[in-house]
């Protein structure tokens, strides 16, 4: 077989093969949250899998109308930048990062034009924030490193020094969003405020 018939027109297998591996360096770029035995830190293909694993599962929840298909795409698509710019505690991202991360897929859709501006345009989309499939794909994201933070009582918190204060400054769009997942996680910062497993400041 020389060529695929692909949505994305991978043009002969050893496209395909080139992609596959330039992808699979996501399994290397390891994130600031550990696994919930604590033994090692996650990695960045782990956590976009079980993303849209979970978003999967809130199908149900999600509002009406809603791209679905658009969203797993988000959620599978918008941390491949960091195969170029390597994670970054989003508690202290500043625009050098967001700069790196875009260049990087700019190079990803020189190499594969059509899924690399697939990617391209769900990053911007993502960080843009303007469609409820975005919005509620960045509140799974911040929620997920949230519960392994609960699970590893408060590991990641403890390693950067991030405060009360601090995390529900960074979650506090989640409000606008689901008013209850945000109560819940007000609740369970309170709990680990007291079991110290996140400082009161």
């Known amino acids: 077989m020389n060529h695929l018939n692909s949505m994305y027109h991978l043009n002969s297998v050893d496209h395909l093969n080139s992609l596959v591996l330039e992808l ?20 960045s293909a782990e956590h976009s899998w079980q993303l849209a694993v979970i978003l999967l599962a809130m199908k149900d929840h999600l509002p009406s109308p809603f791209d679905f298909d658009r969203a797993m795409k988000l959620a599978l698509f918008h941390d491949i930048c960091e195969i170029g710019a390597g994670d970054v505690c989003t508690y202290f991202a500043d625009k050098n990062s967001q700069q790196a991360e875009k260049q990087y897929l700019i190079t990803l859709q020189e190499s594969y034009p059509q899924f690399g501006s697939d990617v391209l345009s769900c990053w911007e989309e993502y960080e843009a924030q303007n469609t409820p499939e975005s919005k509620w794909v960045r509140l799974l994201d911040k929620l997920l490193p949230f519960f ?10 403890h390693d950067q020094g991030i405060t009360k204060s601090m995390v529900i400054a960074h979650h506090s769009f989640i409000a606008e969003i689901d008013s209850s997942i945000f109560a819940w996680m007000k609740s369970n910062i309170d709990i680990a405020v007291k079991k110290g497993w996140l400082a009161d400041t």
């Open 148 to 157: 392994l933070n609960l699970a590893t009582e408060g590991k990641t918190w």
């Open 24 to 43: 699979d360096k996501l399994k290397s770029v390891y994130r600031k949250s550990y696994v919930t035995n604590e033994t090692r830190h996650e990695n």
